[in-house]
């Protein structure tokens, strides 16, 4: 049973195009983390999120917490081909104890 | 500050033998996880180990085992292999913050294929 939810599973698209990825659950975690893997290499953290609406911003990367602490988004503007790599949301629950969602490979296309 | 260097990048094995792979941490983390990660499960929690002990557990047949050294090393067994066996064997160390801010940091994995 995958406790995440993760969506698109696969998005291709055109630079400079806006996008918004979506991990959600009916488990409510403590945080919820996103992370970048690139072919041949571990996930990078990108951000952590703690409290039910927050907002964390990186650049043109835009990560929200629901309020419930369910679900999470990540939204992009203005995609570069250096995005390009599988997006991967995952829940804390505890005991460093993470749950991964299935991942969003997305593709920009110059 | 290195971060975690996972041993050997890459292993081809055959059904039945056994592996064993290896992880260092982040210098001055003391938790270590392991994480099998293929196309199809995606990444799951093995399992964690904190000061040479494993605190939890996710769900993998008894043929998978660990364990953590006295300097928070730590390695990963997994004995007659099987074809399903054949994945990405990610190990990340954290510093075992309090709950809800568990920051893990990823090696670059280990890469198994069981012929």
């Known amino acids: 049973t995958q406790l995440l939810e993760q969506s698109p599973q696969f998005l291709s698209i055109q630079e400079g195009e806006n996008l918004t990825v979506y991990c959600n659950s009916s488990?409510?975690?403590?945080?919820l983390q996103w992370y970048r893997q690139e072919p041949g290499e571990g996930p990078v953290l990108l951000v952590t999120?703690?409290?039910?609406?927050e907002v964390k911003k990186l650049k043109r990367l835009t990560f929200q917490f629901g309020d419930a602490r369910k679900d999470s988004s990540l939204h992009i503007t203005a995609a570069q081909p250096g995005d390009t790599g599988l997006y991967l949301c995952?829940?804390?629950?505890?005991?460093?104890?993470?749950?991964f969602g299935q991942g969003t490979r997305l593709t920009i296309n110059p | 500050k290195a971060g975690v260097t996972q041993t050997p990048r890459y292993l081809i094995k055959t059904r039945g033998q056994q592996v064993t792979l290896s992880c260092s941490p982040i210098?001055?983390?003391?938790?270590v996880s392991w994480y099998q990660q293929t196309p199809g499960q995606g990444l799951q929690f093995l399992f964690e180990?904190?000061?040479?002990?494993?605190?939890n557990k996710g769900n993998f047949p008894g043929r998978f085992s660990g364990r953590q050294f006295s300097n928070s090393r730590s390695e990963m067994n997994v004995s007659t292999l099987e074809l399903g066996d054949s994945a990405l064997y990610l190990c990340?160390?954290?510093?075992?913050?309090?709950?809800?801010?568990?920051?893990?940091?990823f090696g670059a994995g280990t890469r198994l294929s069981v012929l």
């Open positions: 990340a160390s954290s510093l075992d913050a309090q709950r809800g801010k568990n920051i893990q940091y």
């Open positions: 488990s409510v975690f403590s945080s």
């Open positions: 999120v703690v409290t039910g609406g």
């Open positions: 995952a829940g804390d629950q505890g005991a460093q104890k993470l749950v």
């Open positions: 210098s001055g983390h003391r938790s």
């Open positions: 180990y904190f000061s040479e002990t494993q605190r």
